[in-house]
């Protein structure tokens, strides 16, 4: 399996090229030009992406000459993954606002799976995306001192706050759940274990901002998988100072899929652990991109 490559990607081929800090990601993103990037995770053996036509779409739609076509981009794309594959990769896809393209490519490193199972820490921050449809570059550099700081501190994300409203994560989207009704919850309380998540997700809604933020490809699965589980949908940004209101909360992006969140600030979420809505949510999700990758 090869580390991770940076590569110039053109119409007639594709050409590796070294950077002086190739620690990450972002620390590659940081020295090319500013423009616009998508990042995701493979499946498959590195063969399929999840909702790749709207990665693509993300990356070439700002820019009106892109100097690589979506179709070569594709075909040089597959190509570089054979020294990954039967791995799986993380690859950030990078067009600069000339229509310059580069693509990143690292082994995978799944996250623990404690953290899908205990959940994770978060924290509010007043940073924010200038232009939230866009996902620019030029965001990883004004960034950079928030991500450092989460890094030492051991927070998992940090969440995007504008005029006291959670937008989405820094590099994630934000759900979360909010209380069933009376009834149902005292149903509940007299329900088997086998039969709460059912009847949890049957009485809960579930919240999401809609209108400020990068609108993820994960975060639009999400949103499917719920509303074909019958879940009401709430496109409302919740409040910070609300925070404590709600009974679960979660996070999604690509490369992470469905990541609980137990935690905002000092305030725990719920009962303190990934509840019956996010468990069930989690699990259609993984069944779903099997099912619905698309080949690169």
Do not use: C
């Not at 501190?153 to 009704?181: C, D, H, Q, R, W």
């Not at 100072?241 to 725990?268: M, N, W």
């Amino acid at each position: 399996m090869s580390g991770l490559s940076v590569w110039h990607v053109k119409e007639d081929g594709s050409t590796a090229i070294h950077l002086k800090d190739e620690s990450s990601l972002d620390a590659i993103t940081r020295q090319l030009p500013d423009g616009y990037y998508s990042t995701f995770r493979t499946y498959a053996e590195g063969t399929r992406v999840l909702g790749l036509a709207a990665h693509m779409q993300r990356l070439y739609e700002p820019v009106s000459t892109p100097e690589v076509s979506e179709a070569m981009l594709r075909r040089q794309l597959s190509a570089l993954l054979e020294a990954y594959r039967p791995s799986e990769a993380r690859v950030r896809a990078i067009m600069t606002g000339q229509g310059e393209v580069y693509l990143a490519i690292a082994p995978l490193v799944p996250l623990p799976r404690d953290v899908y199972d205990r959940g994770v820490r978060v924290e509010s921050t007043e940073l924010h995306r200038e232009q939230p449809r866009l996902k620019s570059t030029s965001f990883i550099g004004r960034s950079n001192s928030e991500r450092n700081h989460i890094a030492q501190e051991g927070i998992f994300e940090a969440l995007l706050v504008k005029e006291g409203k959670i937008l989405e994560g820094m590099t994630s989207n934000f759900f979360y759940v909010l209380p069933a009704p009376d009834n149902l919850r005292d149903n509940k309380q007299h329900a088997s274990s086998a039969l709460l998540v059912e009847s949890a997700s049957r009485g809960a809604i579930l919240g999401t901002a809609r209108d400020d933020i990068l609108l993820g490809v994960t975060r639009e699965t999400v949103i499917e998988i719920a509303r074909r589980r019958g879940l009401e949908l709430n496109y409302q940004p919740l409040k910070l100072d609300q925070v404590h209101a709600i009974d679960e909360a979660f996070l999604t992006s690509s490369s992470r899929g469905i990541v609980p969140v137990v935690r905002v600030d000092d305030v725990t979420i719920g009962q303190g652990s990934p509840g019956p809505v996010t468990q069930q949510l989690r699990g259609e999700y993984e069944l779903y991109v099997l099912a619905k990758a698309e080949k690169i």
